[in-house]
């Protein structure tokens, strides 16, 4: 008896002479790229150094196209955002030490967004692994030590002959749901050894699946059959496995209404009558969602900004659906199903029959209007103003990025992404500089259409040098800068909390005129003239900024009452 496993493909005669006769000149870099190439990789992201010169000298030899950046955090953002975009693993080439260090905090959102981003630094050369002192330039007692927290798992090269299979088995785990980012390290003197290993023409490049059990799906389905009032918070983990149809037919089948979480935004119609859109930073959203007596939660730990600042606590019974483990139950009891949102979906899907709820769409009204008339109350004419004149600029299919800034804390509730995969942010790890680098990023994956990216003037100099790379590659990004002068949300914290803020405020440049320095037009523009100016740099091929002096204010929040009980 043959089994599918005992079954071996054989080399064709031309595979066979290819092996055995590799071109010259090829050295352990190659490995490195042309197992990218095999998995099916075409984009690189990163920055060259010392020790990844074997690596970088390599590219010139393949197919694959480099964007390299100017800091290696923002290479790291750039590839987060290539991995959201297009769903497979982003690689970054990176070099050992301070380049390997700068990217943790890409890495850290990354995780956090679980963006599949496949980071493969150098290392010492081999002689210096191991936590010997031997002096070599970068060398740390354990660089693999300084991500082991961050990353989904890290893989250390030795030889040559490692190489194929420690990318491909990276490349596996980037991949498998939960998304997230690995580290791959090759010594340096593994890279730049010449190599008479074949050429690598094959991987495996597709992950497990993560399927739910189906002992847990019939008793969701059970549930949510019996449910009188259900709702459903729908968070990335939908976004992320392409679930949003499924979210529908299945909210829609069992007339619950549906909110967002920051991270889901866009995976479920902003004006369908069952959306409560993305007000969960309000208490009359949450208000009603504790008095669901089923809640089904998709895709979402429930974190800090996913559950009003942990002051919303659910009394139904709670069914969580996540595909990291760690997040089951992490902060409410619940029916935990640990599975990719599509397939549990699917399974609720062949089981829950359909159910009838008059009265959805009207609660569903009321809670919104009451979200608007709270707002209202607080004199925020400006700040709405604002977030709809970039709504009408942008293209209902273009992606935008953001940054943590004012108007991005009013995106994550009041700003409709037009569709799943299009609104992301820093909300995961919460860093600053996120929304440039990244926004490069997915122009890279996408060329087809402009992309946004929305920063203050804080966070915008995190990441100015990327101006050069924006104008070096052509990439169709249109910055829209909010300046107010400093950190204008640790303003109004520190104001709120001490009676005035300190080390806030920041000596800024004249952002146009360093726009146009680095050869990107730049314009100014006001609330009044802001869709106009914002149109029309959307519009022009190419990168551009958009500067916008004013300062915004934040909603008031409602978490802190209940907080304080």
């Known amino acids: 008896m043959t089994h599918d496993h005992d079954l071996v493909l054989r080399p064709t005669p031309a595979q066979t002479e290819a092996a055995l006769n590799p071109p010259d000149g090829r050295n352990g870099g190659d490995l490195v790229v042309e197992t990218l190439a095999a998995l099916g990789a075409t984009t690189v992201f990163g920055l060259p150094g010392q020790h990844a010169l074997g690596m970088f000298d390599a590219l010139r030899r393949s197919d694959l196209r480099y964007i390299g950046l100017r800091v290696e955090n923002n290479a790291g953002f750039a590839a987060d955002a290539y991995g959201r975009i297009t769903g497979e693993a982003a690689p970054l080439l990176l070099s050992t030490g301070p380049g390997a260090l700068t990217s943790l905090a890409a890495l850290q959102e990354a995780a956090a967004a679980s963006a599949p981003v496949l980071a493969i630094s150098s290392q010492v050369p081999t002689a210096g692994l191991g936590g010997g002192r031997h002096g070599y330039l970068h060398e740390l007692p354990d660089q693999a030590a300084s991500f082991r927290g961050v990353v989904k798992s890290v893989h250390t090269v030795r030889t040559q002959s490692q190489i194929p299979s420690a990318i491909e088995a990276a490349w596996k785990s980037a991949l498998t749901a939960p998304h997230g980012p690995v580290w791959v390290e ?8 010449s190599t008479a290993i074949p050429v690598v023409t094959g991987g495996d490049a597709f992950p497990e699946e993560l399927p739910p059990r189906p002992e847990l799906t019939a008793v969701a389905a059970h549930l949510l059959s019996q449910a009188s009032r259900p709702a459903i918070i729908a968070g990335g983990g939908v976004v992320r496995a392409d679930a ?4 529908r037919q299945l909210a829609e089948r069992l007339k619950a209404p549906v909110v967002t979480t920051p991270g889901g935004k866009g995976a479920f119609p902003w004006n369908h009558p069952l959306s ?5 930073e309000d208490r009359h959203t949450t208000d009603f969602l504790e008095d669901a007596d089923v809640l089904l939660v998709v895709g979402s730990g429930l974190g800090e900004l996913s559950s009003n600042y942990h002051t919303f606590k659910p009394r139904g019974r709670m069914i969580q659906i996540e595909a990291d483990l760690g997040k089951l139950e992490s902060n409410h009891p619940a029916l935990g199903i640990h599975a990719d949102a599509r397939l549990a979906l699917q399974a609720l899907l062949e089981t829950v029959p359909p159910r009838e709820d008059a009265t959805a769409a009207d609660r569903v ?6 979200v608007a008339d709270r707002i209202a109350a607080q004199d925020l004419t400006l700040e709405q103003d604002v977030l709809a004149s970039v709504r009408r600029a942008l293209p209902a299919d273009s992606p935008s ?17 037009k569709g799943p995969n299009h609104l992301h942010s820093a909300q995961g790890a919460g860093g600053l500089g996120y929304a440039f680098p990244a926004a490069l990023g997915a122009a890279a994956a996408d060329p087809t259409r402009p992309v946004l990216a929305v920063s203050g003037d804080g966070g915008a100099l995190y990441s100015i040098a990327e101006l050069a790379t924006a104008r070096q590659y052509g990439l169709d990004v249109t910055w829209l800068i909010v300046d107010d002068g400093g950190y204008g949300i640790l303003r109004e914290y520190m104001t709120d909390a001490f009676g005035e803020a300190t080390a806030t405020e920041l000596t800024r440049p004249d952002y146009v005129a360093l726009a146009e320095s680095f050869g990107v037009p730049g314009v100014r523009t006001s609330p009044e003239h802001l869709e106009q100016d914002l149109a029309k740099a959307l519009r022009t091929p190419g990168p551009s900024v958009v500067v916008l002096p004013a300062v915004l204010r934040m909603f008031a929040p409602t978490h802190l009452d209940r907080a304080a009980d």
């Open 186 to 193: 090759i010594p340096q003197d593994v890279l730049l050894a």
């Open 244 to 247: 949003s149809g499924k979210l």
């Open 276 to 280: 409560l859109q993305s007000w969960i």
């Open 365 to 370: 009204r009321e809670v919104l209007a009451k």
């Open 401 to 417: 990025f953001w940054d943590m800034t004012i108007l991005a804390y009013w995106a994550w509730s009041a700003f409709d992404a």
